[in-house]
Each structure stands twice: as C-alpha cells, then as structure tokens.
C-alpha cells in the first residue's frame, strides 16, 4: 500500500518568492517513482516533474525542482521565482515503478500567489 | 494540451441513469487510466488498461466498468448512478503499462441531480 501526505491545505506567497511544497510518502514498494502534478481552476492535470527512487540526482524542470530526500521519504516540490499563473492546487503523487497500479495522490496543496 | 482528448466535457444526468465516458490516448500510447476526484475521495485511481486488456484495478465500484477497444480508444460506463458519483473523471494515458510519466485528459464533470 501507498500513502501520500501534503500537509498543506493552503499557501499565499508573494509574486516573485520561492515557493516549497511539502509532501512525505509511504510504501513497501523497493523500487517507486514520485510525481507532481498542477491543477489550475480550470481543472486539467498538468505534469510538473518526475523523480525516481533510484536517482541520485534531483530532478529539475525549468523552474520546478524536486528536493528528494529518501531517508526522510519525502519529496518537496520547489517553485523557484513564483508567478501569478502558479496559482493552483498542486498533487503529489507516486507509484511503484513496476506496478500496473495507477498513482496515489495526496489530497494537495491550493497555492495562491499574490503581487 | 497534452494529446489526450475525452468527450463529453459535461454531462449532467439523474439518478439511477447510465453513462458512458470516452477516452482517446494520445499517438502510440498503450496504456488508458481511469481517475475519480471528488471533493470526498480526492483523486482515485479506478482501473487501467493496457493495449485491450484489464491490468489493475483500484477502488472501482461494480456499478462502474470499462474497455479499450483495438484502436486503443477507452470507455467507462457508469450504472445506476447516485448523487456521490458526481465528479470529475480523467483518463490519462501512458506509453506502455508501467508508464512513468501519465498524461491526463481535460476531464469529464459528471453531475448527478
């Protein structure tokens, strides 16, 4: 079983701040991948970022990074130099990387950026 | 836009009707996912089909059921609906089974009255 946790029901944050998403996760899987997805008010899911449990290295999208930390299993989202359209809930999610499992998501994080 | 497409985009119905929603992966994609949000659950995963066949199940009701068919077009069929399966389905789609990266649809906005 997997178990994703976002502690953060809410953010505001100043235009221009960088902002951390928290989100800590739980599984028996050996081998997983860790995702983060935007869903803005118009309600699509857009793809963030990808870190897999075996990467030794953050991922890095642009301005999203990935601050992985498999010790403390957790896996913060960082949105450097925020914007007005990073306005949005934000989902952490994962699965096991051999699983035919879809993913668990975390009940999100609504970040609010304000000018 | 990121190449999966679902129709219809609203669908507003009664108790107890059936409906039927449509996905279309995106080119060379395999693998079709089902997802649930409602402002109870959360995002859940319901079921995922891998080139025609069944691959995994998640909280799926046994009201609810699905198919791909050969040309890798999915569909999810919804019976005897109730007031709380009111939601916002997402298909999303991804290369092979055990795709790393999914791409959701725009999402179907299911109401029930």
């Known amino acids: 079983a997997q178990k994703i946790t976002q502690t953060q029901p809410g953010m505001f944050v100043q235009e221009k701040e960088a902002v951390t998403l928290d989100c800590t996760y739980d599984?028996?899987?050996?081998?997983?991948?860790l995702f983060w997805y935007k869903q803005p008010s118009s309600g699509e899911m857009i793809f963030l970022i990808y870190q897999g449990s075996y990467d030794q290295q953050n991922a890095t999208e642009g301005r999203y990074s990935l601050n992985f930390q498999k010790a403390r299993k957790s896996a913060n989202l960082v949105i450097s130099a925020s914007q007005l359209g990073d306005s949005a809930m934000y989902f952490c999610?994962?699965?096991?990387?051999?699983?035919?499992?879809?993913?668990?998501f975390g009940k999100g994080t609504h970040l609010i950026i304000q000018p | 836009d990121s190449g999966v497409t679902q129709t219809p985009k609203h669908l507003i119905t009664a108790t107890g009707q059936r409906v039927t929603l449509r996905c279309s992966p995106r080119s060379g994609d395999l693998s079709v996912y089902w997802y649930q949000q409602s402002l109870d659950q959360g995002l859940q995963f319901l079921i995922q089909?891998?080139?025609?066949?069944?691959?995994a199940k998640g909280n799926i009701l046994e009201r609810f059921s699905a198919q791909q068919f050969p040309d890798l077009h999915s569909e999810l069929n919804l019976s005897s609906l109730e007031l709380g399966d009111s939601a916002l389905y997402f298909c999303?789609?991804?290369?092979?089974?055990?795709?790393?990266?999914?791409?959701f649809g725009p999402g179907t906005r299911l109401t029930v009255t």
């Open positions: 999610a994962m699965r096991g990387l051999f699983s035919s499992d879809g993913l668990t």
């Open positions: 089909y891998y080139n025609g066949e069944e691959r």
């Open positions: 999303a789609s991804s290369e092979t089974g055990a795709g790393y990266e999914q791409y």
């Open positions: 599984t028996s899987d050996p081998s997983y991948g």
